[in-house]
């Protein structure tokens, strides 16, 4: 005869699954109270257009138109190509300078202008 090993059987123990029920605990509700926004207001200044700053322009306008000048001239009179580049680059900077200076001194007289009719 032949001997059967013995296994031992565990028993499946199938457990039921159970659904828990998650119980919630009302909580109270937090209330902020608003109050009145305050905006704060930010006074600007208002640009004075003093001559002090109108002379100011000017000088910048009449330093950088004779730069121009200078550099365009040597620009013109120089055949080594190194110095020509140079002095075409500082010419076109400098006019750059004197247009955006004359824009600013435009701006100056208008204001100006205007705060006279007022």
Not at 5 to 21: E, F, I, L, Q, W
Not at 57 to 75: E, K, P
Not at 83 to 96: E, M, P, Q
């Amino acid at each position: 005869m032949v001997k059967k090993k013995s296994v031992k059987k565990t028993k499946n123990v199938s457990r039921a699954k159970t659904k828990k029920k998650v119980v919630s605990i009302p909580r109270k509700k937090i209330v902020k109270k608003v109050s009145p926004v305050k905006k704060k207001t930010i006074k600007t200044k208002s640009v004075k257009v003093t001559k002090n700053k109108i002379n100011l322009v000017l000088r910048n306008i009449l330093l950088f138109a004779i730069m121009f000048l200078i550099s365009f001239v040597l620009y013109l009179f120089l055949s080594d190509l190194l110095l020509r580049n140079f002095f075409f680059l500082s010419a076109v900077i400098c006019a750059s300078f004197t247009g955006a200076f004359l824009i600013i001194l435009l701006i100056f007289l208008i204001m100006r202008g205007i705060k006279k009719k007022r």
